[in-house]
C-alpha cells in the first residue's frame, strides 16, 4: 500500500520559517520524482517545487530564492524548507510521487496534505 504523509505545517507569522516532510511508503522512492503542490482556498493546485530522482531541483518563480527542495533516499523522505513566508503561500501543501521512463508515466500517488497558514 503506497502511503505519502505529510507534516510540519502549521500557523507562522510572515517572514517566519516552515519545513515541510514527505515521508513515502509502498514505493521504490529512489525512483521517484518528488513534487510539493499547493492549494489556497478558491484558488487551482500550483506546482511549487520538483526533485527528481538524480537529485536535481526546480521551483515556481515566485518560490525561488526562498523555498528548498530536498530529498533523503535513506529515509524516503522528502523535504521542503520555507523561508520569508508571506501571506500569500498560505495553502495546503500536498506532497506527490511520479514514476515516469521515457515519457511514460507509470505511477501517481499524492498525500493528503498539510495545511500552512501564514499570519500575524
Known amino acids: 500500500q503506497v502511503q505519502l504523509v505529510e507534516s510540519g505545517g502549521g500557523l507562522v507569522q510572515p517572514g517566519g520559517s516552515l519545513r515541510l516532510s514527505c515521508a513515502a511508503s509502498?514505493?521504490?522512492?529512489?525512483?521517484?520524482?518528488m513534487n510539493w503542490y499547493r492549494q489556497a482556498p478558491g484558488k487551482e493546485r500550483e506546482l511549487v517545487a520538483t526533485?527528481?530522482?538524480?537529485?536535481?531541483?526546480n521551483y515556481a518563480d515566485s518560490e525561488k530564492g526562498r523555498f528548498t527542495i530536498s530529498r533523503d533516499n535513506a529515509k524516503n523522505t522528502v523535504y521542503l524548507q520555507m523561508n520569508s513566508l508571506k501571506s500569500e503561500d498560505t495553502a495546503v501543501y500536498l506532497c506527490?510521487?511520479?514514476?515516469?521512463?521515457?515519457?511514460?508515466?507509470?505511477?501517481?500517488?499524492w498525500g493528503q496534505g498539510t495545511q500552512v497558514t501564514v499570519s500575524s
Open positions: 526533485i527528481t530522482p538524480t537529485g536535481d531541483t
Open positions: 506527490n510521487a511520479i514514476l515516469e521512463y521515457l515519457g511514460r508515466r507509470y505511477a501517481d500517488y
Open positions: 509502498g514505493i521504490a522512492f529512489s525512483n521517484f520524482a
